[in-house]
């Protein structure tokens, strides 16, 4: 079966995302486009990963993907995506907060980072300035990720910045990537004509830093269910 999903979401918890991106609102846009799956994957952590998959119970027909955006030491954002909430803040607290840049945050230049719970109460806001680039690299940060059992792939590999082929030109030998992200389909073609890319393992995700910008229902992957463990065992397959 064919289920639609939108894999790279920001909330108000990313400093450069609207502050009414809420767990709660993002949940009830992705149920109101009718994806089946969407992915939160904030800047460099998963803050609010679990407000959302609280939010999410209200919505049966949406299943939550726990997720986060990495910058790595390269500059190349990488969509992380986890089994499960405890996969992904355990990847944050064990992986990624060590290697943050320990520079603070300034709202009123950057933009808030605002924790929230699934009702919209504000629970706090992240200290750490989350979008500087962390301290480990593509390689490792993917291997962090397969080994708590999610999946990686690069992020709009085509834009001009923060993506693989802007910052490296081309695809490494290591780490081998099954998906690729692109911000824009109509790019689909002239990367699969340069670089030998597989159409049929090319994401299109909507990067969307306001809620009016989640995906509708455009774009699909052929699923024997819309759960989780069959989404990232579809992943895997793809760079078997
Ligand atoms: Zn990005
Ligand atoms: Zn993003």
Known sequence: ????????????????????????????????????????????????????????????????????????????????????????????????RPVRVPVKNDPARFGRQIKMDAEDTVLGEEEDWLIPAAGIDLE?????????????????????????????????????????????AENIPRLVAEHALDPAKILADSDAHRLMDVNGAEHFLDLPEPTVPALLSLFRSWRA
């Open 1 to 96: 079966m064919r289920f639609a999903y939108d894999l790279h979401l920001h909330s108000c918890l990313s400093p450069c995302a609207d502050d009414d991106a809420t767990p709660a609102n993002l949940a009830g846009m992705a149920a109101v486009q009718e994806l089946a799956f969407a992915a939160l994957t904030d800047h460099n952590t998963c803050g609010n990963v679990r407000s959302f998959f609280e939010a999410a119970k209200e919505h049966p027909g949406l299943v939550p993907v726990a997720g986060m955006e990495l910058c790595t030491s390269e500059e190349i954002h990488l969509v992380c995506l986890f089994p499960g909430v405890e996969e992904a803040e355990r990847f944050e607290e064990g992986t990624v």
């Open 140 to 184: 490792s940060a993917t291997e962090a990720v397969r080994a708590l059992g999610g999946e990686a792939f690069p992020a709009h590999i085509d834009r001009p910045s923060y993506g693989l082929l802007s910052v490296l030109g081309m695809f490494p030998a290591r780490p081998r990537f099954g998906a690729v992200e692109v911000a824009k």
